[in-house]
């Protein structure tokens, strides 16, 4: 089945830093990649909307130049947390859609 | 945009009792209506999904309903058991099937616990 990768699982960064969250798709090419965030105890958000090629659709009260997102290729997807707070400490999850959604598995950013 | 609205926001039953929860969504172009179920931080699993086409869909222990004119779906879960216990979350897109994506919206998400 359709498996997409997410790394890392686990990150914790400082007030003011920079955070990568990749997502791959490994054995097909998805043609958009949504990413959301999470809060604990609360349901998925969606940030962003990115296809390949493309600059990425943010949905609204998400800051673009923040969260900034690349999808060079059909099977790789950015997400990058740029100057870090506190308040960005989440769940975020990526999901690739090729006739179907796929989710990563992940990632729970803690900022200090 | 979709709205996807989710009742109840817990639920407590007994095992081997039935578990229902329901969502109803906005948008009448929505026309696929995933149901997810999240261990706690782990990614959510689809369990069942139904597209706008079809009324009742049924997996084992799972089914779920989807009423189009009321614009409401729900998710059955019979004799429940202890691993069910986990955050369920209905979700609505139009995207059934197409090769052209569109986002999911996610309701609110159901507790639900299965209690010996």
């Known amino acids: 089945g359709a498996v997409v990768s997410q790394h890392p699982s686990r990150v914790i960064c400082k007030s003011g830093t920079s955070v990568k969250i990749e997502c791959r798709s490994l054995?097909?090419?998805?043609?958009?990649m949504f990413w959301y965030r999470q809060f604990p105890k609360q349901s998925l958000m969606l940030m962003a909307t990115?296809?390949?090629?493309?600059?990425?659709?943010?949905e609204q009260g998400v800051e673009k130049d923040k969260f900034l997102i690349n999808h060079a290729s059909l099977t790789l997807s950015t997400l990058t947390v740029t100057s870090a707070h506190p308040e960005d400490s989440s769940f975020y999850i990526c999901?690739?859609?090729?006739?179907?959604?796929?989710f990563g598995s992940g990632t729970r950013l803690t900022v200090v | 945009g979709e709205n996807v609205e989710q009742h109840p926001s817990t639920l407590s039953v007994q095992e081997g009792d039935s578990a229902v929860i329901k969502c109803t969504y906005s948008?009448?172009?929505?026309?696929?209506f995933p149901w997810y179920k999240q261990e706690l931080g782990k990614r959510p699993q689809l369990i069942i999904d139904i597209r706008s086409n079809v009324g009742e869909k049924k997996d084992q222990r799972i089914a779920v309903t989807l009423n189009k004119t009321a614009k409401h779906f729900s998710l059955h879960i019979t004799e429940t058991q202890p691993e069910d216990s986990a955050v369920y979350f209905c979700a609505a897109s139009n995207s059934a099937g197409t090769g052209t994506a569109s986002k999911l919206t996610f309701g609110t998400g159901t507790r639900l616990q299965v209690t010996l």
């Open positions: 999901s690739a859609y090729r006739y179907g959604y796929t």
């Open positions: 948008d009448s172009a929505s026309n696929y």
């Open positions: 054995d097909f090419q998805a043609t958009t």
């Open positions: 990115s296809n390949e090629g493309s600059k990425a659709t943010y």
